[in-house]
């Protein structure tokens, strides 16, 4: 599954720069390192507990592992080929704030690759996930890649 839903940043070339935005434990971060350079990537959290076991890693070695905030990025913009974030958006108090973050520091031409839920069409599904945590439709997450200026915004269900 993190191989297919990869797919979509177009990880192309060894010497892209990536940055994986609350990437916890480095699962997403193994997936870009397959085909991206480890010292080409960077991996981004808010928890130094989960940081700690992204650093115990050997295919991880490379990266750069770093605490910080999905909606408050330490980056110059225009500073990453590939943004991904995988499993964080659910987590985050403002997501178009995280999501306008990504448009920043992605060169123009880039990619920004956001893997998340997806709010649930059946009733009792959705009851649930609306009492568990944040589960945005996908009219939301288009909303909020247009307004933080993306052009180009696609939606893949896997």
Not at 72 to 90: C, K, N, Q, T
Request: glycine share 8%; with cysteine.
């Amino acid at each position: 599954m993190r191989t297919d839903a990869l797919v979509p940043a177009k990880l192309d070339s060894p010497d892209l720069k990536v940055v994986d935005v609350g990437g916890g434990t480095g699962f997403c971060t193994l997936g870009v390192v397959q085909s991206v350079e480890g010292k080409n990537v960077t991996l981004i959290d808010q928890s130094p507990h989960q940081l700690a076991k992204a650093k115990a890693k050997p295919a991880l070695k490379d990266v750069t592992i770093m605490e910080g905030d999905a909606e408050d990025l330490p980056f110059a913009a225009d500073s990453f080929d590939r943004y991904v974030s995988a499993g964080s958006i659910e987590y985050w108090p403002e997501p178009q704030r995280g999501i306008t973050e990504a448009y920043r520091v992605v060169k123009p031409g880039g990619i920004a690759c956001i893997i998340g839920p997806v709010h649930p069409t059946h009733p009792v599904s959705r009851f649930f996930a609306d009492a568990w945590m944040l589960f945005p439709t996908e009219a939301e997450y288009i909303e909020w890649f247009t307004n933080a200026g993306f052009t180009d915004v696609k939606m893949t269900r896997i």
